[in-house]
């Protein structure tokens, strides 16, 4: 069956041909020769010789010649009937298959004028899919002409369709951009105005604010600022991949002030303690995305634990106290865009996802029926050794 | 009227011998004797065909049954004649004729008549040659010929019915031996 699918049509042809030669015509000239050579025979008199033979003896001179000669002629007219209906079934075998050769010389060169333009169009299609403009020669007739007009459309249409989808990828491009910027440049912006609101809410109160925490809001609002002016750099350098700077980051440390920079928004535990060589802007980034979409879910409540598993490599675990993610929606949650809440743009944990890819670690997120969300980030043990 | 029994007894007897004889698929000239007389040396063979039921039919039918028959020797003495085997219908007679065309050029010797076909046969069969004493080399061939069909204004080829066409013999004479 398989062989029978991958025969090109023409060899389908003459190969059914055949059959159907084999099958039908050379039992049906069998059987005609047969009736032919039967009817012949039983033509002929079988009684005849004898009386010819009882004329003879009374015969004398012309009239014996005579019937010496219808004799011979009998006899001659009996034993040929077969010899001569066997040179005709031999005369009509070799017509047949003549015929059959020609009829199936003319069906394959018919079959090829078809088969090899339909070919070429397909070859034309296929690079025309890829993007190629290829020029394609009307010249058949008939249904064919008809099928290569409407390639030929089918090229124009699908160029005037390319541009117009060129234009509409660039302003969605430019609209993605915009959108990841806004998303990039409010995550920094949150703690600022979480410390800014702070220290306005004591100053409206009355209270004074020593200068230590002073220092610390303005530190904090510094790091944010720091971000910022990176995050634009990085979108200057759109097509970039983020330039990963390595440096010795301590977790522990690292997760303190990210978890301070929200304020009292969200209550942050953290238990173990562990160093990596890694980019601490990039995680700051990456935690920030984390506490920002636990927040926006709904969790109060954050708790980490560092660690190592059996590779040597260094675990981050954070637990939420949040709503967690529904089963069916946990195959999308990476995808840019794809968002279960309400204000939520879709990019948290796709660009979380990407900045782990950056730093060659590894993260995972489940999330247990009532138990929040627990994302586990890996960072493997080559990181966490002194470049 | 006795030799007429005779006949009818050895035709009875052949016809049965070829019935139960097996069938000769190929033709062949098989030697019988080889003289070197005085003057001459004489080859006697027998021209040997598959023969049927519808031979003899056709024979019967007044369808003559030829062969050409070439024969000649390393001394270039050569013969070549057609032999014809056929029936007169209105008689029931089987005729031989030896149509002699080399050397002495459409001589016809017509042999006895026979009353049998395999009496006919048999003498039809039975080939004689004779070449000069020098010769050392002697090639004996038959070819089988087309028969005119008289009534019917066309001819036949027997050779499908008999199985051969053109057969050969050859033989290497003492002196070339030597």
């Given at each position: ?25 050379w ?9 032919l ?11 005849l010789?004898?009386?010819l ?9 012309r ?22 209906v066997?040179?005709?079934q ?22 090829k ?6 070919k ?60 990841v ?14 410390t ?6 004591r ?9 230590e925490?002073?220092i ?24 970039r ?9 301590d977790?522990?440390a ?30 700051q ?28 490599a260094?675990?981050?675990t ?19 865009y ?7 743009s879709?990019?948290g ?5 990407q ?22 980030l ?10 | ?30 030697i ?6 005085k ?73 006895k ?27 004996i ?5 087309p028969?005119?069909?008289?009534h ?12 051969c ?8 004479g ?5």
């Open positions: 069956m398989r062989l029978w699918r991958r025969l090109e049509l023409e060899w389908k042809v003459l190969l059914l041909a055949a059959v159907l030669f084999v099958a039908f015509a039992p049906v000239q069998h059987f005609f020769i047969s009736r050579s039967a009817t012949l025979i039983q033509s002929i008199d079988p009684n010789e004898a009386t033979r009882f004329a003879l003896h009374g015969a004398t001179g009239q014996r010649d005579a019937l010496r000669e219808h004799i011979e002629r009998y006899r001659q007219t009996r034993v040929l009937i077969p010899i001569v066997k040179e005709q031999r005369l009509l075998i070799a017509l047949s298959i003549g015929l059959f050769a020609f009829f199936l010389l003319l069906a394959l060169w018919v079959l004028r078809l088969t090899r333009p339909l070429n169009l397909a070859g034309a299609v296929d690079r025309i899919g890829k993007g190629e403009t290829v020029r394609i020669a009307n010249v058949s007739g008939g249904a064919l002409g008809i099928v290569e007009q409407a390639v030929v459309n089918l090229q124009d249409e699908l160029v005037t369709l390319r541009e117009k989808a060129r234009v509409q990828g660039m302003e969605s491009a430019w609209k993605d951009i915009a959108r910027m806004a998303h990039e440049i409010k995550n920094p912006l949150t703690p600022i105005r979480l800014l609101d702070r220290i306005e809410e100053a409206g109160c009355g209270q004074s604010v020593s200068n925490e002073l610390k809001s303005l530190s904090r609002i510094n790091t944010q600022v720091d971000i910022l002016e990176r995050l634009v750099d990085q979108f200057r350098s759109f097509s991949e983020p330039e990963v700077r390595i440096a010795a980051v977790c522990a690292l997760v303190r002030s990210v978890a301070d920079s929200m304020g009292r928004s969200i209550t942050t535990e953290i238990k173990g303690a562990a160093t990596i060589q890694s980019d601490p802007y990039l995680l980034q990456l935690f920030l995305n984390l506490w920002k979409n636990s927040l926006e879910a709904g969790a109060d409540r954050v708790r980490v634990v560092i660690g190592t598993d059996d590779t040597a260094v675990t981050i954070m637990f939420d106290n949040g709503p967690g993610i529904p089963p069916e929606h946990l195959e999308r949650i990476w995808l840019p794809v968002t279960f809440k309400k204000k939520g879709g990019l944990l796709a660009v979380v996802k900045l782990v890819e950056t730093l060659r670690g590894s993260i995972a997120l489940v999330s247990p029926p009532g138990q929040g969300v627990r994302i586990t890996s960072f493997p043990p080559e990181l966490t050794r002194e470049t | 009227m006795l030799e007429n029994i005779a006949d009818g007894f050895l035709g009875l007897f052949m016809f049965f011998s070829h019935w139960l004889s097996p069938g000769v698929d190929r033709g062949e000239i098989r019988e004797a080889f003289r070197e007389l003057t001459r040396t004489v080859l006697e063979c027998v021209i040997l065909f598959e023969w049927n039921e519808r031979m003899s039919d056709l024979i019967d039918a007044g369808i003559p049954l030829r062969f050409r028959v070439l024969s000649y020797s390393d001394r270039g003495d050569s013969t070549l004649s057609v032999r014809t085997l056929f029936c007169d219908v209105g008689e029931y007679t089987y005729y031989i004729s030896d149509s002699l065309i080399i050397p002495a050029g459409d001589s016809v010797y017509v042999s008549a026979h009353r049998q076909l395999y009496r006919a046969l048999r003498d039809y069969r039975n080939l004689r040659r004779s070449f000069t004493r020098s010769a050392s080399y002697f090639q061939e038959a070819v089988l010929l028969s005119r069909v008289s019917l204004n066309r001819s036949i080829d027997m050779s499908d019915i008999c199985g066409r053109r057969f050969a013999t050859r033989v290497i003492k002196r070339r031996r030597q």
